[in-house]
């Protein structure tokens, strides 16, 4: 017997006809994006192809963490598969009319909501399947679907909103965002007794740099270790006071619109300030969409300026001799969690590990690095969720526990704030006497000045 | 010959096969219709008068494993369609059984050519008929036993799953039955098949398994299309067969690779 409150809870939340037509225009494409002609071709493509073998169960770090049918990517897929099947395909709709079934199971929408935000999003399922399937796009479709329905967790929703409207996820004011910059600024002073200045609003500059989030109100030393590097190679680069924080919120929640026009935010401000390369930090979602689906798919036009990331940047001044680092200054030996958005999700593999072995004495590698590596356990916007704390401390971010363990070493890098704070939070969880940095953080204490 | 053998040798395969047929065009055509990031490996679809496929050259919007290399070479991808390579590097257990499974498939099929070979070649066709159906029915037998044991893949397994694996095998032990107790003369199949195509009752006289097999075979048409028989199209979304799997950041620094060297001139 159907249980009366959670009948009550879907019609607080859906609306009669609201899923339906959704899942047909992600069929159709859906109108505010159209370029994100993926989607359906996803859907399509992987319900269809399938084999059920198990591979991707196999590797994946919620699997391994937890080995039962809620946690086993295919199932989750199954729940938005089957309303796009019901909603879209002729059989499904024929069924549909003859067997009607709820469009949620047990009619339960948070529950949906739930499993949807048990998806870490990290691609290793589709390193491995045999046919390709790539898990996290299903889950973001039912995420987006989730956004629709209000049910996207508040955290993520606050983060969302205030990205969209100011361009930084924590609504912070230009005025605060100034204050902080001059105290990075005398510290630089006090360390180097240099005065490296970190430009703001510079017209004409060549270089504009977009800082992931958090780099400039929680962990400055990232951004202490660019501005080392721009001022170690005499560059000319600014920051932005509006758009000072790179990340996309919108991508995590499955929002199209909001994944696109929190993107606008640093398109316009590199445009305004008539910047020819615009080099961006260490955050692998702000990354993959400016990069990958922004510029690649022409959401804004032609961009009038390259885009590149803090990794490739760095790395190739170091290639090039234009920057010299000093190991002995990171004497701990080291590792590299590769975050998702960056291995999986844009192929930047080596670079950070030229700039680690250049910037530590003792590197050692993560076991399964590279594009095939386990996720942190808080992937997929986990990591700004409390209320799954237990969930991503014993069972997503099981096996890079046991991986951080295996390598011994005493620093664990990475290059995202979500891993950051999941690797942090593992860490203290599993009481490792691990320190967690950054990439740029590490360069920041190695770099030579001249 | 009773009924069942009527019905099996006569009438069925005006079904089975326009079925199948149909089916497989509708979902070929569901696939065309969105973008897929292997139709870039065919070197007339760009700009050409194919309208479907012109479509397919919307941008690229890196979202699901796609290469957006330029470099994606034929060589790497046949390895990948022929000899499943992604799959042998994770699990090689399973790669030897589903490997197996096709090639043992596309023996079989091979074989059925001696219809049309000369009929020196017949002891030949029958010997690879006998080893494909042989390495199909041991595959196969290993995938369902397979899915029924390993947890991971039981638990995502339903009824149409088995009875799809089951027709695959009843098909493959039939096929290898048939061959091992005598086969099927090929003056036989020839009378059968121009009869079905004539549209006459092509009476010929064929052992009791030959209609089973050929029962197998059809449900097999029936089955396929609703069925996870069907991942031809998969094929096309998987990192191994568009080559970025090794190569995955090389074939991403392709991308970045002109961006490197402009920067290396800026610096």
Known sequence: MENPDQIEREKKYIPPGMVGTYMRRIAESDPFVREIQDEPSALRLYMDTCTKCGVCAQECPVYYGQPDK?????????????????????????????????????????????????????????????????????????????????????????????????????????????????????????????????????????????????????????????????????????????????????????????????????????????????????????????????????????????????????????????????????????????????????????????????????????????????????????????????????VSGKKKAEQMRETDAKIVSTSCLQCRTQLKEIARYHKMPLRITGVHELVNNAIILE | MNGFEFFVLYRLPYFALPFYLIMLGVRIWVWMRFYNPALKLLPRARGSVYGVWKQQYRPTIHIFPGSRSQRTEWKRAIKGFVFFTGLYKRDKVLWLGSWSLHLGLFLVIVAHVRVILPPDLEPICLRVALIGSGLMTVSGTYLLLRRVIVQRVREITDFRDYLAEFILLSFSATAFLVVLYGGVSSEALRHYVSGLLTGTTAVIEVQRMFVWHLLAAQLLLIVIPFSHLLHLGGIFLSREFLGTSDTFAGDFGSGFSGLKDEQDEKL
Not at chain 1, 226 to 249: E, L, P, Q, V, Y
Request: with cysteine; hydrophobic share 35%.
């Open chain 1, 70 to 394: 809620r946690m086993h990517p295919v199932e989750r897929s199954r729940q938005v598969i089957r309303l796009y099947k019901k909603y879209t395909t002729f059989w499904g709709r024929f069924w549909n009319a003859i067997f009607p079934k709820p469009d949620f199971e047990n009619n339960d929408a948070e529950l949906f909501s739930e499993r949807m935000y048990e998806c870490l999003t990290c691609r290793r399922c589709a390193a491995f399947c045999p046919v390709g399937i790539d898990h996290s796009v299903v889950s973001r479709v039912g995420r987006s679907l989730v956004d629709l329905m209000g049910l996207t967790p508040p955290s993520l929703a606050q983060g969302t909103h205030n990205s969209f409207e100011t361009g930084n996820l924590e609504g912070a004011s230009p005025e605060a965002f100034l204050d902080t910059i001059q105290f990075i600024e005398e510290e630089l002073r006090e360390e180097t007794g240099r005065d490296i200045s970190i430009p703001l609003d510079r017209e004409g500059a060549e270089i504009f740099f977009l800082p992931p989030s958090g780099d400039v109100l929680v962990y400055a030393e990232n951004l202490m270790g660019m501005a080392k590097i721009f001022h170690a190679i005499g560059a000319n680069w600014t920051m932005s006071s509006r758009a000072f924080d790179g990340s996309n919120f919108g991508f995590t929640t499955g929002n199209n619109f909001s994944m696109k026009y929190e993107n606008k935010h640093y398109i316009d401000a590199c445009e305004k300030l008539g910047c020819k390369l615009m080099v961006m930090g260490e955050c692998g979602h702000a990354y993959r969409v400016m990069k990958f689906m922004a510029s690649e798919g022409h959401w804004w036009g032609t961009l009038p300026f390259e885009i590149t990331s803090g990794f490739e940047y760095t790395a190739q001044l170091i290639r090039t001799g234009k920057l010299k680092l000093d190991p002995g200054k990171n004497s701990d030996s080291v590792t590299y969690h590769d975050a998702c958005q960056f291995a999986a999700g844009c192929g930047i593999v080596e670079e950070p590990r030229e700039i680690l072995k250049a910037a530590c004495a003792d590197y050692r590698e993560m076991p399964d690095g590279g594009y095939t590596q386990w996720c942190c356990g808080g992937g997929g916007g986990l990591s700004a969720l409390r209320s799954v704390r237990a969930f991503r401390m014993d």
